[in-house]
């Protein structure tokens, strides 16, 4: 059974900076595309990068520049640096695991608040 396991989030103010994990077990990423997702409150949830296996990234444009996406495949694990934080990147955000034929795999997501 894929399990994703986020941690990492917390309560930043703005112009700060977190590290957001992705634990996976069940599975081997190193052949899969990672995502990570999120969504605040009323919102849909959106995604906001991700990394293919090898190694090429995609960014929402309001976040480029600022997150950055990398993965370690060794330790089956999935990061999300996010710097200078602004309010509008308060949310849970959510590791996503997709596999064909198969569906989505998706944790349990982390709190981030901006807030002063």
């Known amino acids: 059974q894929v399990q994703l396991v986020e941690s990492g989030g917390g309560l930043v103010q703005p112009g700060g900076s977190l590290r957001l994990s992705c634990a996976a077990s069940?599975?081997?990423?190193?052949?899969?595309?990672m995502r990570w997702y999120r969504q605040a409150p009323g919102k849909q949830r959106d995604l906001v990068a991700s990394?293919?296996?090898?190694?090429?990234?995609y960014y929402q444009d309001s976040v480029k520049g600022r997150f950055t996406i990398s993965r370690d495949n060794a330790k089956n694990t999935v990061y999300l640096q996010i710097n200078s934080l602004k309010p509008e990147d308060a949310a849970v955000y959510y590791c996503?695991?997709?596999?064909?034929?198969?569906?989505?795999?998706w944790g349990q997501g982390t709190q981030v608040t901006v807030s002063s």
């Open positions: 069940g599975i081997r990423i190193s052949t899969y595309t």
């Open positions: 990394i293919t296996s090898g190694g090429s990234t």
């Open positions: 996503n695991l997709l596999r064909l034929g198969i569906g989505n795999s």
